[in-house]
């Protein structure tokens, strides 16, 4: 009730979207940042004749579109919201796609409640709005000083907040969010001509116009005691719509040219760093994809996609050391049809799980990377080691989670991750390591690759831990025992086939992970032999220990990862050890 | 090499801290927030006397101290850094401890370097710094302007920077970071009185002092093509040393005052919420403990830690919608020995995992808490259901992963959390459930309980699934099943010898968790069972849709976890489906 009259003078003139084409490429957007606010925003879907009464009143009900916190299920909601300070991050998005990719002139509206200002990627927001020179985004902070708890730090101190804003680059606006002249005179304002992006500060009331509730501590959350009462307060029943403003320019989104060409060939027996294939992949798939963007946070000559920014300049976006906004952007992007790839090291994506996490209720299809994967990054230490990241980003619904041993398997999985719904990661590794596919090999999402056949015993690896696979596979040859190697380069969705084939043919199966034992490769393998009854002698083989700094074979071997351990794995398992 | 003056001149009788005594109370604490800057920390220390030239040349090598980035094995590190924009929340930490805690006058210095500035971690410490009104805390910024691969947004413009401090109420001092007298006057003024923290911008050039790399791109992270030759023009090989002062006031930490007491007690077969049973149970520790302390994230009455604030405020830190900024000063409170418990809907953690992430390399010991976990919470829909947390917080470094299903168990639980070495997690319920256990049982971590015997299968669950899986063996015993139910409320570390007991006597096991399918409850059973080569059929039940709002008994319907799902596997298990 605090921000109704904000969006109704909104929904009045100011907003130009048009309900019966959701998906019109000049749409204005409107993003609810305080998703909690979602009565409102479907009684606004409701004003506008987007939704009826019928459905109005399926709120929170099993099976309605009106859940309780909005999803893009709805076509007016472009991303989910509920885990606060994330719809502002999202709107740069959306307005760095009007001003760079859709180059549109739809504006992006984003409603944002005064408690999730208190949130760091709200300010990671405000600092790129401004630096990307942001004027189609405007913010509406509804400061009703009444968090879930308490008051919030700082009250109804606008100015603190304007301090704070103004101080990043933006046009700051200060009023009283229950006095219709002044918000129709801060749209009017926020919509002439800037250099920038602007905020409105709104002075409110939470729960305006109703005696039971208005300004007063414990009421967040909970349904009125007198709800007839409260209507009649507020006017009585009625049934008020708006004639919501269409948008002014027709036209589609802006094209990029794409002259096509091939994925990088790499030769057999070379040796390359799949991250640096990654890079070289981008950038040959942004020749084939004009809808392909790439971001980065500030690591990309790390991960090689400057070679796509090199290449692709317009399609490129630096978003420097703020992993949060980096996500929300490319959730942003994703809403309006571009694939964005945002990469960084595969640790420091862990700082944004709460996006990806999100980024999966919003139905987003993105692809992220993550490099500098495990203890083989060697010298720099368990801060910059990603291992975790398989049992994070398999735990995010309907995520596909690739895993690449080499160069070509690395670039020739980058347009299947394009073609994919849903979030697909890719985790590289630092270290060269050499060629073992042909550049014609082709590979699935879902597959494997045997890649040493055997009947004696199955070892499971991937990325670096194919590699000390392969190696294991030859200290065990030369005592007499064949070893099978399957690449499982898919760790999610895994390759049941392959695997129940192996646990069916082979003595047991012997997993090998860069990664703690939780959550990661070794799991995939067990769930998958489960579901498959396939009852099997199993060894996983994982980092236990936490490790320091070091050159990448000392720290494999410490591990207990090498190929030496694999092959010991593999022994025991055939001695019934 | 662009903050070694900052640092040298902070040396020399700014910093009060005695090396030979890194434990004092009464120390100074410096953190690298720029943990990348380790070969300047370590040459700080080697000037302090505290290492020597043999163990500074070990840097990075396999099993030195001085690994690339900064860990407290080192003991003058309070906190592992290298995730960038976590030293200064942490500092944040240890400046609340020092003036609310411990109650003692040492001041907290943070070198920041101007990359990280980008992270909203960073807002997030400015804004509570001044909130709190730290005046025990100065921030230094190394402003060299230039990041890992380029020029950061601001470049040399320390008045952007200035400018938001001031916004965020911090004392700000612009300088030449070259300066000997500027960074004096600095140091001077930082320590004068205030009613808030200070913030040093120094304008400095990366590569200082070394024509070679001196304010050149390109440069970050390489070795020097001619040391020697920098080394010449740096003044040549000396052996500098400096006389670090020593605190001022001598003695001990403040304590607070703890009457003991017992954990609640609740009546078997009545019914509370796991985390109403929370915040019963910790403000009963914090009677029975002086070193505990409770942090929430806006929540606390949902959380129930409101229960502890209101019993024990001046342990309570309310850390407002800022969850990374939460866990930073769980970090920095551990690390001067006290023992937090931070707490906020389990989902809203996933936006802290890069922090609990480097936590575990901090090897702090701290306890968190997640409240609202699985679809059981019902109508708010999936932003607001952790699904993945499981799976996320077992894939922590020697974490500690507890689910209670009752009232008594969650109580019983916390006072080993706070016993506990490393992360251990606590996931609670929304909604009631009955009391199973009786006050005098005792539930060790690691443990499980089998709440129903029965050879025919096992059933497995936690929380809410457990009275799930008690009423499946109500259904199946209808049947002529008997079915064991085991509480797996230990979910890492894992009962491993129940389990195995229960592949060996019962036909099969069905695991049931209210998470996604991967890295949770069903995980850690298929993994004890690999590892102690149980070969029994398992079935998993876990979500595999996305949820959205509903009765929560129409929800775990839906996710195919509740009695009737269960039974219905564990019929086919038995029947060999």
Chains 1, 2 share one sequence.
């Not at 596909?400 to 849903?422: E, S």
Request: hydrophobic fraction near 40%; glycine fraction near 10%; charged fraction near 25%.
């Amino acid at each position: 009730m605090s921000a109704a009259d904000l969006m109704a003078v909104l929904l009045d003139g100011r907003l130009r979207l048009d309900f019966s084409r959701p998906h019109e490429p000049g749409n204005d957007h409107l993003v609810f940042s305080k998703g909690h606010a979602s009565p409102l925003l479907y009684s606004c879907f409701k004003a506008a004749g987007a939704i009826d009464d019928t459905e109005l009143l399926t709120f929170r009900k099993f099976g309605s579109r009106l859940e309780g916190h909005p999803t893009p299920i709805l076509p007016w909601v472009d991303v989910a919201t509920g885990s606060l300070g994330q719809g502002l991050p999202v709107g740069v998005g959306l307005a760095l796609t009007g001003k760079r990719l859709d180059q549109l002139p739809y504006r992006v509206w984003v409603l944002c409640g005064d408690s999730e200002m208190a949130e760091g990627s709200i300010w990671e927001a405000f600092e790129h709005a401004a630096y990307s020179g942001l004027d189609n985004l405007v913010a509406i902070v509804d400061v009703n000083r009444l968090g879930q708890t308490g008051e919030t730090m700082h009250g109804w101190d606008l100015d603190y907040y304007a301090a704070k804003a103004k101080a990043c680059g933006w046009r700051t606006i200060e009023i009283d969010g229950h006095d219709l002249e002044q918000i129709e005179a801060a749209y009017d304002q926020a919509t002439t001509p800037s250099d920038g992006p602007t905020v409105i500060l709104a002075r409110t009331k939470k729960g305006k116009g109703v005696g039971a509730v208005e300004d007063l501590p414990d009421k967040h959350g909970k349904p009125l005691d007198d709800p007839d009462q409260a209507i009649e307060e507020l006017g009585g029943v009625r049934d008020l719509t708006v004639e919501v403003a269409k948008p002014t320019v027709e036209g589609a989104a802006h094209e990029f040219s794409a002259p096509g060409g091939e994925l990088p060939h790499y030769d057999l027996g070379t040796e390359i760093a799949t991250r640096k294939a990654y890079g070289e992949g981008l950038r040959a798939l942004g020749n084939r994809r004009p809808d392909v963007v790439a971001l980065d946070g500030e690591v990309s000559n790390s991960t090689f996609s400057a070679l796509f920014r090199d290449a692709h300049p317009e399609r490129y976006f630096e978003m420097y050391i703020a992993e949060q906004q980096m996500i929300a952007a490319a959730v942003g992007m994703q809403a309006r049809n571009w694939r964005p790839f945002a990469s960084t090291f595969a640790a420091f994506l862990s700082r944004a799980y709460d996006f990806v996490r999100m980024a999966a209720v919003s139905r987003a299809n993105m692809c992220l990377m993550g490099s500098h994967a495990g203890v083989a990054i060697g010298e720099d230490g368990p801060s910059q080691m990603a291992l975790e990241d398989l049992a994070s980003m398999r735990a995010v619904h309907g995520s596909i989670v690739l895993y690449p041993c080499d160069g070509n398997q690395t670039a020739r999985l980058l347009p299947q991750m394009a073609d994919a719904d849903g979030i697909s990661y890719l985790r590289t590794s630092r270290g060269a390591t050499p060629v073992i596919y042909p550049p014609e090999e082709s590979f699935e999402i879902g597959g494997s690759k045997v890649v040493r056949d055997g009947g004696d015993i199955t070892l499971v690896g991937a990325g670096v831990t194919l590699h000390e696979s392969l190696r294991a596979a030859d200290l065990l040859a030369e005592e007499g025992v064949q070893a099978r190697v399957i690449d499982l380069y898919s760790v999610k969705p895994v390759d049941s086939v392959t695997l129940r084939e192996a646990a069916a043919q082979t003595g047991g199966i012997v997993t090998v992970e860069d990664h703690w034992p939780e959550g990661g490769l070794g799991d995939a393998v067990l769930d998958v032999l489960a579901a498959t009854d396939s009852l099997v002698p199993v060894r996983k083989l994982a980092v236990h220990a936490l490790p320091g700094s070091g050159k990448p074979a000392e720290l494999l071997q410490q591990a207990g990862i090498d190929a030496e351990a694999i092959a010991k794995a593999a022994r025991q398992v055939l001695q019934g050890a």
